[in-house]
């Protein structure tokens, strides 16, 4: 997965067209693929595609330095139940490739989400995902159309 940490994706922020806190950045360093960010007070989250056009949910911090390996988590969405699914855990990023689009339909109705990670839970506002997806695939058609 080519991805920079996300302590170092900070240029070319655009602010998605929805008053909200995501931002739309291109051209991460190690990677030329959108991501769409959203700071948080507990966890940031992100949102990429993948090469085969699949939704990337990921969680991170600064202060987190993992190994990298494949493990279990569980997900909250809005107060429903806590679901167990498959993540990557990479330096100071938790990635969840997101393929169910009943799963897909749910997150971008999202306000709230809890992961419960090894070593905690961590709440982020996920509030507009559904606006940030959007944008995220506006990016990525725009960056195919310049190829």
């Known amino acids: 997965?080519?991805?920079?940490?996300?302590?170092?994706?900070?240029?070319?922020?655009?602010?998605?067209?929805?008053?909200?806190?995501?931002?739309?950045?291109?051209?991460?360093?190690?990677?030329?693929?959108?991501?769409?960010?959203?700071?948080?007070?507990e966890v940031n989250s992100m949102l990429m595609l993948n090469e085969q056009r699949e939704l990337l949910l990921i969680a991170g911090?600064?202060?987190?330095?993992?190994?990298?390996?494949?493990?279990?988590?569980?997900?909250?969405?809005?107060?429903?139940?806590?679901?167990?699914?498959?993540?990557?855990?990479?330096?100071?990023?938790?990635?969840l490739r997101v393929t169910d689009e009943s799963f897909v339909r749910r997150l971008r109705l999202a306000t709230t989400i809890v992961w419960l990670l090894p070593d905690g839970k961590y709440k982020a506002n996920v509030e507009r995902l559904g606006a940030a997806v959007d944008s995220l695939n506006a990016c990525e058609r725009k960056r195919h159309e310049q190829k």
């Open 61 to 95: 911090r600064q202060d987190w330095e993992r190994p990298t390996e494949n493990k279990e988590i569980a997900l909250l969405i809005d107060e429903s139940k806590f679901e167990r699914l498959p993540a990557i855990f990479y330096n100071n990023l938790v990635f």
């Open 1 to 41: 997965m080519a991805c920079a940490s996300y302590a170092h994706a900070t240029e070319s922020h655009e602010s998605i067209p929805t008053d909200s806190d995501w931002k739309v950045t291109q051209d991460l360093p190690g990677s030329n693929a959108c991501v769409a960010r959203r700071e948080g007070s």
